[in-house]
Nanobody, 122 residues
């Protein structure tokens, strides 16, 4: 069992940066692939990035590649999403999630946080 809590969202101008954090509880955190997803109003939840349990493998959606960086600190039970060069189309609620699989599909992730709002103004 893993509980996840996101933080770090907010309002930022286009071109700016934000760093999201996801705090996890549970002794098995370091065994999970961690993913970041986002959902804009009226749209389906979409994959953003994922990181393997060791942190050695990362994968990004094309829409954020080169702008976002996912990382983790297993000693602190934390996962981060550094977001640079933000665009208005990045506006969404961002969720972190945990999975036993390396997947980009939301249904593969068993544990989810409550989400944090990111709003990018033009």
């Amino acid at each position: 069992q893993v509980q996840l809590v996101e933080s770090g969202g907010g309002l930022v101008q286009a071109g700016g940066s934000l760093r999201l954090s996801c705090a996890a509880s549970g002794r098995t955190f370091s065994t999970y692939t961690m993913g970041w997803f986002r959902q804009a109003p009226g749209k389906e939840r979409e994959f953003v990035a994922r990181i393997s349990w060791s942190g050695s493998n990362t994968y990004y959606a094309d829409s954020v590649k080169g702008r976002f960086t996912v990382s983790r600190d297993n000693a602190k039970n934390l996962v981060y999403l550094q977001m640079n060069s933000l665009k208005p189309e990045d506006t969404a609620v961002y969720y972190c999630a945990a999975s036993n699989l390396r997947s980009v599909v939301p249904t593969a992730y068993a544990y989810w946080g409550q989400g944090t709002q990111v709003t990018v103004s033009s």
